[in-house]
């Protein structure tokens, strides 16, 4: 069964920075396709990040030029680094494969990142 433990959020103030960190296993974490995902209150779930085996990126135009995804194969893990946070990226944030197979099936318990004055 696929576990994603995701860590590293808080709180944090507008234009501040945060990492976050996402440990998959359960598969062979290499084969696939990683993205970042974040639901704020009152949203639906959104993918704003996500990055192939082959380390290509693509981001949500919300937060180009601003999030970085990547991912270290070895540790089964996906990162996000955020930076010049903004208000509107409070939110939980989780990480799912990105697939035309669709998400796996479990999610982790989410990271808050609350951004505030």
């Known amino acids: 069964q696929v576990q994603l433990v995701e860590s590293g959020g808080g709180l944090v103030q507008p234009g501040g920075s945060l990492r976050v960190s996402c440990k998959v296993s359960?598969?062979?974490?290499?084969?696939?396709?990683m993205g970042w995902y974040r639901q704020a209150p009152g949203k639906q779930r959104e993918l704003v990040a996500s990055?192939?085996?082959?380390?290509?990126?693509n981001y949500v135009d919300s937060v180009k030029g601003r999030f970085t995804i990547s991912r270290d194969n070895a540790k089964n893990t996906v990162y996000l680094q955020m930076d010049s946070l903004k208000f509107e990226d409070t939110a939980v944030y989780y990480c799912?494969?990105?697939?035309?197979?669709?998400?796996?099936?479990?999610w982790g318990q989410g990271t808050q990142v609350t951004v505030s004055s």
């Open positions: 799912n494969r990105v697939s035309d197979r669709g998400a796996f099936d479990s």
């Open positions: 359960g598969t062979i974490f290499g084969i696939w396709a």
């Open positions: 990055i192939t085996r082959g380390l290509n990126t």
